[in-house]
């Protein structure tokens, strides 16, 4: 009886801990996710056009500029004015920007090999 209770009393720590490891990793994982939310995904389409059109992205100086590129072929994303330019290797991948908005104006990002604009970036002053 006594070591009947004990086991049921294990179980039920168990099933606690398992809650709180369940609960807490859930609590992490949305906020990951909010987290991913805020940074802005720009997605090419496999004829290299922008879905949705080309992304206006506008900052204050001193933000962090922060986007995701996606593209499903090997392509360069050129970022003008700070004049970054990054590898989608072949087959396909994301790039991510994310530098300090130190340069005032509004440029362009695009893809590099087809000339395709695919974000209008504007930093306020
Ligand atoms: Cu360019």
């Known amino acids: 009886?006594?070591?009947?209770?004990?086991?049921?009393?294990?179980?039920?720590?168990v099933v606690a801990v398992v809650l709180?490891?369940?609960?807490?990793?859930?609590?992490?994982?949305?906020s990951k996710t909010t987290d991913a939310g805020k940074v802005p995904t720009i997605?090419?389409?496999?004829?290299?056009?922008?879905?949705g059109g080309v992304q206006e992205l506008v900052y204050n100086k001193g933000d962090r500029i922060h986007f995701k590129v996606k593209v499903p072929f090997e392509?360069?994303?050129?970022?003008?004015?700070?004049?970054?330019?990054?590898?989608v290797p072949?087959?396909?991948g994301a790039v991510i920007y994310d530098l300090p908005a130190e340069l005032e104006g509004e440029f362009e990002a695009e893809l590099e090999g087809r000339?395709?604009?695919?974000?209008?970036?504007k930093v306020e002053p």
């Open 1 to 13: 009886m006594n070591s009947r209770t004990a086991a049921i009393g294990a179980a039920l720590v």
């Open 20 to 30: 709180l490891i369940v609960l807490s990793s859930g609590g992490s994982d949305s």
């Open 43 to 51: 997605v090419v389409d496999k004829e290299g056009h922008p879905v």
């Open 75 to 87: 392509e360069e994303v050129h970022l003008h004015g700070y004049d970054v330019a990054k590898e």
């Open 90 to 92: 072949k087959g396909g």
């Open 115 to 121: 000339a395709e604009q695919i974000v209008a970036l």
